[in-house]
């Protein structure tokens, strides 16, 4: 059937269309051309005067794996605190920063959100991640899995084994685990941990194999270019939240030496250590090196005043954080040997220096980096704050005058450490659209997504344009799905299940030998252990699975 | 007084919640307003007038009769005015509850003041495990009240109570006090094994003596405590028979511990307990 949605202003980057009032035609859950004769059109949608943009895409969001569960286990408070209504989707769930699975598909979707990337799996642990992304309805979903602090890989390093060697091992995890990107944490620091190293700095060696971060990194960026695949390395650089990180950040900016890569919650890795209380932005000076290096892209990872969870891989600084827990508890876990975790519940204070500040900087990085198509809109979700923050971020950086108004608020001495005043940047609903559109589509490869032009998959949300921005995003009027309405006025009406996306570069079996006698000698499970099937994805049907193409794609 | 009184007519299929029934919540409402409100039970609701029969005039005093187990949280964050339950209420009663009194004339389920905050409650009855303990993922449980059951109490008593008092006339099961950080427990009957497990501070008050003496307590003499007096002077407004135990408690026998977290708190066995050695 075909469907014409009437008189929308379409914001459609990927095709520079800026606000364009023109019709959009769906069918079969794709966008098509515009018919000769519009009455040929069964189902008409009047949404002239609405705004209209493809469905958005969050390339960073801790929504399944281990350390979620954990947060989920350890917190039931964040759960018994923030109750949905039963009666209005049944067994729908519940949690405000480590939500249920079913909660986190419907808050996503009823934010106008169609596809969500786990950035952080464990291949040990990509079994159960995937099964939390199966059971998280309405959005596609993805994973990046995590390599850089395994036993494997820095054996392999140590022993100075050819790149191609490496590369195999990357392709065969990336097919093992079912993952669609390669991530690093911590490079090195979080395995620098179990040898009693509390922190690990860019060219630090590793007391276990005597292999720097700075090794691990261009080993790793190597590999991702070298098989093609679409996403750069997704980098959780050294020194998360320590004051002066900003220097090891610029470091590996340049130690990347042209290398794509992705930076992720880069707020959280731009500290400097001015001023009276050792703790300053580091923002101008990192947004300057991005602006530079067109090989870099970066999320923001901004802070929000309030109660979350903050879950990261990274047990060596997460450790450093436990002290700050609130409520006091946390939990540190390791999977294997082969990578860490670390839960750490946390409250942002507006009224705290520091928290106060880390808010700026994440503003001040948003507005001082010029181009929407290398910056994503993130919080890091839940690290930052839950993903339900959104709409008040995209607000923040549309409104100058809410955000001058909202930084008149936090704690002065922040305030007069930051230049967040002084900068007069909005975005515009054209670079909102690149930045959770357009631009995560073309950073992780997803071909149809972020597109309104003919033959795209039909993803569209509709908002009602009002100047509160924030109003305008927490509340689609319509969302669609490959073509099918889920959303109306902000409350799904109708679950669906969403693919699983991945790549499948080839490798070279002799790996496979290799690691069967390592699995052998030194892991609790056999190699195939490990490997999550494709049926296992498709799970019997509920799930999809789509294998995007690489260099070395069979 | 006014007093306004439901009577379970028909219970309902699944568990009732019957936290919105609060004497502040209903006294400004008309007979027809309560009859018209919605209770859940499991995934569905009802009517109250379809639940309960309601009699009376809406004011400080809330009754609720022929309660049974499958009626839960009652009295769940009251804050102020009283609670006469009859019948055998279930879990959670007076959850999260910072101020007023429920009286129970029966026995109580699990879970009995989790996480209150102020008031009393009396409980006629026996009540189940987990007394004044914490809510779910709260690193403390009672935070101030009082809470006296005539009957016995079931495990973990006060488990992670920080402040307040709780008494409990018959025996109480495992783990009394267990990982308590302070605050004052009575058992006046049996008290059951691992009394104060990973007690950091408070006061475990009993009158007969374990069958066992946990390892990690010390003994430390006999004394004549003028908390004693006190605290029957406290209670005397309550319980007069309460009272007049504790009055005849007469010397105790300290013991510090929990030695493996401090050894701040202590159990304190009545005269007649420790001479019984």
């Known amino acids: ?554 | 007084m006014t007093r306004l009184e439901l009577t379970l007519a028909t219970a309902p299929v699944g568990a009732l919640d019957l936290a919105p029934l609060l004497p502040a919540t209903l006294s400004g409402m008309t007979l027809d307003q309560i009859r018209r409100l919605r209770l859940r039970h499991g995934t569905r609701s009802s009517a109250l007038g379809d639940i309960f029969a309601v009699n009376g005039e809406p004011g400080e005093l809330l009754a609720l009769r022929g309660l049974t187990s499958g009626c839960l949280r009652v009295g769940a964050g009251l804050a102020s005015g009283t609670l006469e339950i009859s019948g055998n209420p279930g879990d959670e009663l007076g959850r999260e509850m910072s101020g007023g009194t429920i009286l129970v004339r029966g026995n109580a389920g699990d879970g009995l003041g989790l996480g209150m905050s102020g008031g009393l409650i009396r409980v006629q009855g026996s009540v189940g495990d987990r007394v004044g303990g914490m809510l779910p993922g709260a690193t403390r449980g009672m935070n101030e009240g009082t809470i006296i059951v005539t009957g016995d109490a079931g495990e973990r008593v006060g488990e992670r109570m920080r402040r307040g008092l709780i008494a409990i006339c018959g025996d109480s099961g495992a783990y009394t006090g267990d990982r308590m950080l302070a605050g004052t427990i009575i058992v006046l009957g049996a008290c059951g094994p691992h009394a104060g497990a990973g007690m950091r501070r408070g006061t475990l008050l009993l009158a007969e003596r374990p069958a066992q003496m946990p390892t990690t307590f010390n003994p430390s003499g006999t004394f004549a405590l003028t908390i004693m007096p006190l605290l029957a002077q406290y209670v005397a407004d309550i319980d007069r028979r309460l009272a007049r135990r504790i009055a005849d408690f007469g010397r105790a026998e300290r013991w510090c511990g929990d030695m493996a977290h401090g050894g701040k708190g202590e159990i304190l066995l009545a005269a007649a307990a420790a001479g019984g050695r």
Not at chain 1, 202 to 229: C, F, H, M, W
Not at chain 1, 368 to 391: C, E
């Open chain 1, 1 to 554: 059937m075909l469907t014409r949605l009437k008189g929308g202003r379409i914001y459609d980057p990927e095709n520079g269309v800026d606000g364009e009032v023109r019709d959009l035609y769906l069918r079969n859950g794709r966008i098509v051309e515009a018919p000769a004769d519009p009455r040929e059109a069964k189902e008409v949608i009047d949404i002239s005067g609405r705004v209209v943009m493809s469905g958005a895409i969050d390339i960073h969001t801790h929504i399944g794996g281990g350390k979620v569960n954990i947060g989920r286990m350890m917190l039931p408070e964040d759960h018994a605190t923030d109750l949905v209504a039963a009666n209005r989707h049944p067994h729908l769930g519940c949690g405000h920063a480590a939500p249920s699975t079913r909660t986190a598909g419907y808050r996503y979707a009823e934010m106008g959100y169609v596809a969500c990337f786990e950035p952080a799996m464990l291949a040990g642990n990509a079994r159960q991640a995937h099964m939390e992304l199966a059971d998280t309805p309405m959005v596609d979903k993805g994973a990046y899995v995590l390599l850089g602090n395994d036993d494997y890989l820095l054996r392999a390093l140590a022993a100075k084994r050819d790149p191609e060697y490496l590369r195999d091992y990357v392709a065969w995890t990336l097919n093992a685990s079912q993952a669609l990107a390669i991530k690093v944490v911590n490079p090195g620091g979080i395995n620098a941990f179990k040898f009693n190293q509390r922190k690990l700095d860019l060219d630090e060696k590793n007391a276990g194999y005597g292999i720097t971060p700075r090794q691990i990194l261009t080993a790793l960026a190597d590999s991702v270019r070298a098989l093609g695949l679409a996403h750069p390395l997704h980098v959780h650089g050294c020194n998360l939240g320590v004051p002066g990180n900003v220097e090891t950040t610029l470091d590996t900016i340049r130690g990347l030496e042209g290398l794509r890569a992705h930076l992720t919650h880069v707020q959280f890795h731009s500290y400097g250590t001015e001023g009276d209380q050792k703790f300053s932005s580091g923002a101008a000076r990192i947004a300057e090196a991005v602006n530079a290096a067109p090989n870099v892209s970066l999320d923001v990872g901004q802070i929000m005043f309030g109660r979350t969870i903050t879950e990261s891989g990274d047990s060596m600084r997460q450790y450093a954080g436990s002290a700050f827990a609130d409520p006091k508890k946390w939990v540190g876990m390791d999977i294997e040997c082969e990578a860490g975790c670390g839960v750490v519940p946390f409250r942002y204070k507006d009224r705290n220096f520091v928290n106060a500040l880390q808010w700026a900087i994440g503003l001040e990085m948003f507005l001082l980096v010029d181009d929407p198509w290398r910056i994503f809109l993130t919080t890091d979700h839940p690290n930052g704050a839950p993903f339900t923050s959104y709409p008040h971020l995209i607000r923040l950086l549309m409104d100058r005058s809410f955000r001058r108004d909202m930084l008149a608020t936090i704690n002065p001495e922040a305030q007069a450490a930051t230049t967040l005043g002084a900068i007069d940047r909005e975005y515009s609903l054209y670079e909102i659209a690149i930045m959770t559109r357009a631009a995560p589509a073309r950073s992780l490869g997803l071909k149809g997504f972020g597109s309104l032009a003919p033959g795209a998959r039909a993803h569209i949300t509709v908002y009602k344009d009002q100047a509160n921005r924030e109003k305008m995003f927490a509340k689609p009027e319509y969302v669609f799905k490959d073509g099918q309405l889920i959303v109306r006025n902000g409350r799904v009406v109708e679950e669906v299940h969403g693919a699983t996306h991945v790549v499948h570069p080839d490798y070279d079996a002799a790996i496979e030998r290799d690691l069967d006698t390592y699995f052998d000698r030194y892991m609790t499970v056999r190699k195939d252990n490990l490997r999550v099937t494709d049926d296992e994805v498709r799970d019997d049907g509920r799930g999809e699975l789509v294998v995007h193409p690489t260099k070395r794609s069979t």
